[in-house]
């Protein structure tokens, strides 16, 4: 479930989301699968999974996961695998970025360690675009026509123009309306595996955009549980 804005630390809510989520979809699609968190991970937010024991485990636990797969206990469909969010290695700044991919790089090398790396598809996602900036403007904006977006105006003149993400109220203490007008910038991510086809070479302001639900129906879609799991580090 996408948020539209941040939640802060000290809200009530956190721990008690009620809202639908990826978690959800795999229940009710009766798709296996189990949450290793570094400290206290996002599956916490949610209030049907925030103390749900079964799903929410140690990353040390995944070692003894990978080490009974390759002993012939099967996977489970889905993984999720979080970093430390708390000053530790999520890639988030000021944190140094090494640390963040010398995380990964340990994930996928437990994989190997297993022999279990040609089971895995590894989707590796980020929450945020990882800076301040993007060099390519979201598409639809007035910025976007220098890239050759057919959705924005060809005339437009003014390269630093974006549109806001959202519509603010045309009186002052009206609610904002929780409707983008465009995307917002990109949020990196990864897709490895030996099944996995070339990245295309077209320019990344050609290349059709990915959206989050895409995460999902690759889940979703996956094959039966004989065959590769999908792991997500993000």
């Given at each position: ?22 978690f ?6 009766g ?55 708390l000053?530790?290695n999520?890639?988030?700044?000021p944190m ?6 010398k995380?990964?790089?340990?994930v996928?090398?437990?994989f ?7 089971r ?20 639809g ?5 220098r890239?050759g ?6 005339d ?12 603010l109220?045309?009186?002052p203490g ?5 409707a ?35 995460c999902c ?18």
């Amino acid at each position: 479930m996408p948020f539209l804005f941040n939640i802060h630390m000290d809200d009530p809510s956190l721990g008690y989301i009620p809202d639908y989520s990826i978690f959800d979809l795999l229940d009710t699609q009766g798709i296996s699968w189990k949450f290793f968190e570094s400290d206290i991970g996002t599956l916490r937010l949610y209030e049907r999974y925030r103390l749900n024991v079964s799903r929410a485990r140690p990353i040390e636990e995944l070692d003894a996961t990978l080490r009974a797969a390759h002993r012939g206990s099967g996977l489970p469909r889905v993984m999720f695998i979080e970093p430390q969010f708390l000053y530790g290695n999520d890639d988030h700044p000021p944190m140094d970025i090494q640390q963040g991919q010398k995380f990964i790089r340990q994930v996928i090398g437990k994989f190997i360690e297993h022999g279990q790396l040609h089971r895995a598809l590894f989707v590796i996602t980020y929450d945020e675009h990882g800076g301040f900036f993007d060099h390519v403007p979201p598409p639809g904006t007035a910025a976007a026509a220098r890239f050759g977006d057919p959705v924005a105006d060809a005339d437009v003149r003014d390269y630093g123009t974006v549109e806001p993400l959202y519509v603010l109220p045309a009186t002052p203490g009206e609610e904002e309306t929780i409707a983008p007008t465009c995307p917002g910038v990109r949020v990196p991510s990864l897709v490895l595996s030996k099944y996995a086809s070339r990245a295309p070479t077209t320019p990344c302001s050609t290349t059709p955009p990915s959206s989050r639900p895409s995460c999902c129906t690759t889940a979703r879609g996956s094959a039966p549980a004989s065959s590769p799991a999908s792991a997500s580090a993000s």
